[in-house]
T-cell receptor
Framework: DAGITQSPRHKVTETGTPVTLRCHQTENHRYMYWYRQDPGHGLRLIHYSYGVKDTDKGEVSDGYSVSRSKTEDFLLTLESATSSQTSVYFC??????????????FGPGTRLLVL | KQEVTQIPAALSVPEGENLVLNCSFTDSAIYNLQWFRQDPGKGLTSLLLIQSSQREQTSGRLNASLDKSSGRSTLYIAASQPGDSATYLCAVITSGTYKYIFGTGTRLKVLA
């Protein structure tokens, strides 16, 4: 298994509070991604990173920000959590060759409940 | 905008049956297509990746095919086993992007 960990694995928080989720990899892969998974929607990309300090938005980026100060860490921040952000969050990594994406490897997920 | 559809949403089959899962996508300009497996409460595990220039990939009892022109991929599972029970997702990367677009998955149950 690819070396990807996510922390915390479970979190309960209240509406309006800030929340930061962490993804840590030991594979030295260039690309890192944050997805959320919700019933009926599948996995949707929130943000991704293509290098240290290089990030871009995915399809559901509103209300989320990210940072990548080191190759191995990718942080997802909910500035002011809302109940609609209750979800399971997955981090993924990949390394690309000749502009063609290679396999994505996924972390175990973080279950977030916003009350 | 790329859209990925998987039909059926759920499938139950008796053990030993060969089965086919379907994935369709609206934009045929893709880099690759990937099939994943997800067990309940767990992350995704990559099963097969097909580059846009390839027609199929095989791994053990799994065979994935890709027909870019028609926007379709199939995942064939031979001699299904109860341990194959899981949700299977397909995802594509559209040319010019770095982003995977996922289907909503097919939930497979193999009955002993």
């Amino acid at each position: 298994d690819a070396g990807i960990t996510q922390s915390p694995r479970h979190k309960v928080t209240e509406t309006g509070t800030p929340v930061t989720l962490r993804c840590h990899q030991t594979e030295n892969h260039r690309y890192m991604y944050w997805y959320r998974q919700d019933p009926g929607h599948g996995l949707r990309l929130i943000h991704y990173s293509y290098g240290v300090k290089d990030t871009d938005k995915g399809e559901v980026s509103d209300g989320y920000s990210v940072s990548r100060s080191k190759t191995e860490d990718f942080l997802l921040t909910l500035e002011s959590a809302t109940s609609s952000q209750t979800s399971v969050y997955f981090c993924a990594i990949s390394e690309s060759q000749r502009e063609v994406q290679e396999t994505q490897y996924f972390g175990p997920g973080t279950r977030l409940l916003v009350l | 905008k790329q859209e990925v559809t998987q039909i059926p949403a759920a499938l139950s089959v008796p053990e030993g049956e060969n089965l086919v899962l379907n994935c369709s996508f609206t934009d045929s300009a893709i880099y690759n297509l990937q099939w994943f497996r997800q067990d309940p409460g767990k992350g995704l595990t990559s099963l097969l990746l097909i580059q846009s220039s390839q027609r199929e990939q095989t791994s053990g009892r799994l065979n994935a095919s890709l027909d870019k022109s028609s926007g379709r991929s199939t995942l064939y599972i031979a001699a299904s086993q109860p341990g194959d029970s899981a949700t299977y997702l397909c995802a594509v990367i559209t040319s010019g992007t770095y982003k995977y677009i996922f289907g909503t998955g097919t939930r497979l149950k193999v009955l002993a």
